[in-house]
C-alpha cells in the first residue's frame, strides 16, 4: 500500500490506482490516476450542472402558473405545482477550492530567424571540465529541453548562454547563480537579431528586491502600464485585489514563482529560458504553464524534471551526460526511442 502527495502528473497517473481529491469541502476519491480523476470530476460536475439547469428550466415554469393562478379556482392545481417545486429543489454545488491561474506569454516583436549559434562552448570550474565543446544552432520558435541529472551543467550551460544574451544584466546573473568568475571558458556564443530573453533562474527569490510591495516590483519591469494591469495581471495569477500591496518579504516559493510570471508576461520576450520553474508551482499551476509553453511563438529553452512538460512541449532535446551534451532534434517521445535502440 502506498499514500503520496505529489505535484507530478506524470508520476501520478503512472502509479496510483486512485486518486483522493480534496475539494468542494469534501474528500472524493476516484479510481484510476491524475487524468481519470480530472476526467471523471469534470464529468459529474457537468452532470450536476445540467440537472439543476433543468430543474431551474422546471421550477421556473411552475412558478409561473402558481403566480397567474393563485387567487384563481385552480387552488388543487396550483398546491400540486407547490409541491413540485420543493421536490425539484436544486442541489446546490460547493465552490471550488482548486484555483487554474492563467498563463499568456506572448512577443513584443518576434525575433530573426537564427536565434542562437554556439560554437565550441565549454566551460571548466578550476580544472575539471563540466562541459566539452558544445557546437549547436537554434531557430526561431525551438522549444529546446535540457536533460540530465542534477549537477550535470544544465544550469552552467543557460548562464553561459545568458552572459552573453543582449538584455540579462550580468549583476542579476551574478545574483542568481552565485558564481564570481567567467561564465564561458571557451568557444562562442553569439546571439540572432531582434534577441529578447525572459529569464526564469532556478534560485528565483534571489531576484526579487526586498522590503517593497509585489505591485511596485512588477511596475518597476514596465512603468508605462497603469495600476489596473498590473492588478489584472495578478489576478491572473491568483493574487487577490488587496494582495497587491503585499510586501515581498513575506512571499511564498509558489508567490515568488508567479509574480516572476507576471514580470514575464509584462515584458513579452521572444526568448524564455526557464531553469527549473515548477519547484514551487502546484499541479495546476504546472498545468497552466505546460498550456502556456505549448500555445508561445517564441523559442524556449527549458530545464526541467516534469515529465509531462518535456513530453508536451519539447521539440528538441539537448541530453548531458559525461561532460557531454547530445542533441537530438526531436521530440521525447522520438528521443526515447531512439536511446531504446
Known sequence: MLITISHDRHFLNSICTHIADIDYETIITYTGGYDDMVMTKTQVRSQIEAQNAQREKKIAQLNDFIQRFAAGTRSSQVQSRRKEVERLQVTELARSNIARPFLKFEMKRPSGKHILELEGVTKTYDGPEVIQSFTASVTRGEKIALMGRNGVGKTTLLNALL???PNTPEDELRKTSGYAGPFLSGGKVTWGHEAAVGYFPQDHRSLIEPGVSILDWIFQWDPSVSNEEIRGLLGQMLFARDEANKKTDVLSGGEAARILFCKLMLQKPN??????????????????LNIALQRYQGTVLLVTHDHDLIDEVATRIWHFDNHKIEDFKGNYEEYQAVVQV
Do not use: G, K, Q, Y
Open 271 to 288: 526568448v524564455l529560458v526557464l531553469d527549473e520553474p515548477t519547484n514551487h508551482l502546484d499541479l495546476e499551476s504546472i498545468n497552466a
Open 163 to 165: 552572459a552573453n544574451s
